[in-house]
């Protein structure tokens, strides 16, 4: 509703100082017009900003740099964000996580791994600090974005270790609420090392219907969205369908299919989600020019590239690597069909060569051999 009423007034002042007929014509309720009209509102908001200064977080609106850009792409952004942590984080490029809420071992497991290997690459992982798989995400990613061997507890608010990433957390309430409670710990450390948001204002309490709201800016804000384990009607299946509606790639992480909690992702993976064994199978998908940020190939001579094109490269790469050529794109369909080998191997394969900068990746998937 807020956000309707700043695209078509511009302003919050316009809102309040128009007149009761143009609010009532955008179909608002009519308490809430009146409210707004004689703008009633006015000394709750001053309480609140006195509040949020008292809390230490900050408050950020679509309209400032450092909202998150992906975000505001969407039909319903908040037009409001409480932020606690490093702000900085908003704007970075960040991977969604997403689960069940009771976990299996191998759940937790996956969902703390791909935390830490995301955040070691770079990326932000971003999830909802609830019971089970999100608070081990947000561990793995903590994990990799601590200082190494800094016991200064200021240290994580300012920034991470170099091309690391870090981790958000997207309350379901107030951003001064701890919930649940043992995320306690987790909680502290989001706030000292990664980043804390929520739409909802101070004291908010965690409602089941502010979950649905929370988890469309967790998939808003993302480059994509994995999904590790989730049951038939579970949160984390909704957040990968507003992934869907976003136009956000979206990942599932294969589960054993006698467990209920393997359904989401194996369900995903059926309807064309991205099988994800690893951080490589995330970063493949993303656009090129992403991928390069995130993993600067490794800048070697030309002469030592011919060397290890000759004598370092797997029987697979060498094969791969021959039917390329510099002057000459050719695309994966076609390098699968002269290669002999399956296009799962042959994607592998192609990645590898890519990280080590010996082949680029253009638009469309065409590689171009980058020497000799």
């Known amino acids: ?157 300012g920034g991470n270790g170099q091309g690391r990433g870090g981790t958000i957390a997207v309350l379901g309430c107030g951003i001064d609420v701890v919930y649940p409670k043992e995320n306690k710990k987790v909680f502290a450390e989001t706030e000292e090392h990664g980043a804390l948001i929520s739409e909802f204002p101070l004291g908010t309490f965690p409602a089941p219907q502010n979950f649905p709201m929370r988890n469309r800016v967790i998939a808003g804000m993302s480059l994509g969205v994995v999904c590790v384990e ?43 989600a991205k099988l994800v064994m690893g951080w490589e199978d995330v970063v493949e998908e993303l656009p090129t020019s992403i991928r390069a940020e995130l993993l600067p190939v490794e800048s070697m001579s030309t002469e030592d590239r011919a060397l290890l094109a000759e004598k370092d490269l797997t029987p697979s790469e060498r094969t791969l690597f021959g039917l390329l050529s510099m002057d000459q794109a050719r695309h994966i369909d076609e390098v699968v069909e002269l290669s002999g080998l399956t296009s799962s191997e042959v994607l592998a394969v192609l990645f590898d060569l890519e990280m080590r900068g010996l082949i680029r990746q253009l638009p469309g998937k065409q590689f171009l051999k980058v020497l000799l």
Not at 16 to 21: D, G, K, Q, W
Not at 232 to 250: C, D, H, K, N, P
């Open 1 to 157: 509703m807020a956000g309707k009423l700043l695209r078509e007034f511009g302003t919050p002042e316009a809102i309040f100082n128009a007149s009761l007929t143009a609010l009532e014509a955008q179909n608002l309720p009519a308490p809430v017009a009146q409210a707004i009209h004689t703008k009633q509102a006015m000394s709750d908001a001053a309480r609140e900003l006195a509040q949020v200064e008292q809390s230490r977080c900050r408050l950020i609106n679509w309209s400032e740099d450092c909202y998150p850009h992906l975000l505001r792409q969407i039909y319903d952004p908040p037009p409001l964000l409480y932020v606690k942590g490093n702000i900085e984080l908003l704007d970075r490029h960040s991977i969604a996580i997403v689960c069940a809420r009771r976990p299996t071992p191998y759940g937790n497991q996956m969902a703390e791994r791909l935390g830490r290997d995301l955040a070691e690459r770079g990326l932000v992982v971003v999830s909802g600090l609830a019971r089970g798989i999100d608070s081990c995400a947000h561990r793995g990613a903590l994990a990799a974005a601590k200082p190494k061997g800094s016991g200064n507890g200021n240290a994580g608010n």
């Open 230 to 272: 989730g049951a038939q009607y579970s949160g984390s299946l909704i957040t990968a369908r507003l992934a869907m509606e976003f136009s956000r790639e979206v990942y599932g992480v294969p589960g054993n299919v006698t467990q209920p909690t393997s359904f989401g992702p194996n369900l995903l993976i059926k309807q064309g």
